[in-house]
Nanobody, 120 residues
């Protein structure tokens, strides 16, 4: 059973920065692809950023140039450095990990979320 835990959410002023962390654990042989999603009230959950198994990174157009995703493979942890935050970034941020490598992998696991609130 894979466990996913997010941390680092909180409140910040517009123009400030926050750093989110997501740690995945529990799989011995599967590798992890990791993604950040967010969902604001009344809006659909959207992909913010992620890393795939080839090591490439993706960003939503709304956060390009402001957010940076990185990994610490030894700790199975992914970080989302969020700079120049805007009120529109206010949302619950969720980490999703997808296990890869073997027939029993390929499962999605979601964290419970961490709330980010940006004030003007």
């Amino acid at each position: 059973q894979v466990h996913v835990v997010e941390s680092g959410g909180g409140s910040a002023q517009a123009g400030g920065s926050l750093r989110l962390s997501c740690a995945a654990s529990g799989s011995i042989t599967c590798t992890y692809d990791m993604y950040w999603y967010r969902q604001a009230p009344g809006k659909e959950r959207e992909l913010v950023s992620g890393t795939d198994r080839d090591g490439s990174t993706i960003y939503a157009d709304s956060v390009k140039g402001r957010f940076t995703i990185s990994q610490d493979n030894a700790k199975n942890t992914v970080y989302l450095q969020m700079n120049n935050l805007k009120p529109e970034d206010t949302a619950m941020y969720y980490c999703k990990t997808t296990t890869r490598g073997w027939w029993y992998c390929g499962e999605d696991y979601w964290g419970k979320g961490t709330l980010v609130t940006i004030s003007s």
